[in-house]
């Protein structure tokens, strides 16, 4: 392995780095959009409740008709609004799974090209510490030589 496979190897885990981040902003904004869904839809929802209680019937209280239908027909579409808003915070929350799952993945590239950058690393240094013996052996080889060629026995 050379020095320029650990070069490549060290602009891909930054790239991998800037997709990661890339990634986990795009989670925090999922996040962000899903909770103010779901303030909306607790609010459609409490506004509901808050509805019904004032305009609920009342002991003793007669309505004309068309009060009652437009009451109906209101409450009918706050229905309407709360499920669709409810609709929509389930999609929310399928689009911070898919983030979350897309900074996972983001995360164990990242961190699969971290453990590929130490190994190559320690391939390196392995490589040389052979290269090093050897000249080391080499030059042992070569002192006892001359060393036997000078003193001869």
């Given at each position: 392995?050379?020095?320029?496979?650990?070069?490549?190897?060290?602009?891909?885990?930054?790239?991998q780095?800037?997709?990661?981040d890339?990634?986990?902003?795009?989670?925090?904004?999922?996040?962000?959009?899903?909770?103010?869904?779901?303030?909306?839809?607790?609010?459609?929802?409490?506004?509901?409740?808050?509805?019904?209680?004032r305009?609920?019937a009342?002991?003793?209280?007669?309505?004309?008709?068309?009060?009652?239908?437009?009451?109906?027909?209101?409450?009918?579409?706050?229905?309407?609004?709360?499920?669709?808003?409810?609709?929509?915070?389930?999609?929310?929350?399928?689009?911070?799974?898919?983030?979350?799952?897309?900074?996972?993945?983001?995360?164990?590239?990242?961190?699969?090209?971290?453990?590929?950058?130490?190994?190559?690393?320690?391939?390196?240094?392995?490589?040389?510490?052979?290269?090093?013996?050897?000249?080391?052996?080499?030059?042992?080889?070569?002192?006892?030589?001359?060393?036997?060629?000078?003193?001869?026995?």
């Open positions: 392995m050379s020095k320029s496979r650990l070069t490549t190897l060290a602009t891909l885990m930054q790239q780095k800037q997709q990661r890339t990634a986990r902003g795009h989670l925090e904004q999922a996040r962000e959009r899903a909770l103010a869904a779901q303030r909306q839809a607790d609010d459609l929802t409490d506004y509901h409740k808050a509805f019904h209680a305009w609920g009342q002991p003793g209280q007669r309505l004309d008709m068309g009060v009652l239908r437009a009451y109906q027909d209101f409450g009918q579409r706050l229905d309407h609004a709360i499920g669709l808003q409810q609709g929509a915070c389930r999609g929310h929350d399928a689009r911070v799974d898919q983030a979350r799952a897309q900074l996972t993945q983001r995360e164990t590239r990242l961190a699969t090209t971290e453990r590929l950058i130490e190994r190559t690393e320690t391939s390196l240094a392995h490589a040389e510490d052979r290269r090093e013996q050897r000249r080391a052996d080499e030059a042992a080889a070569q002192r006892l030589l001359h060393h036997r060629k000078e003193y001869p026995t």
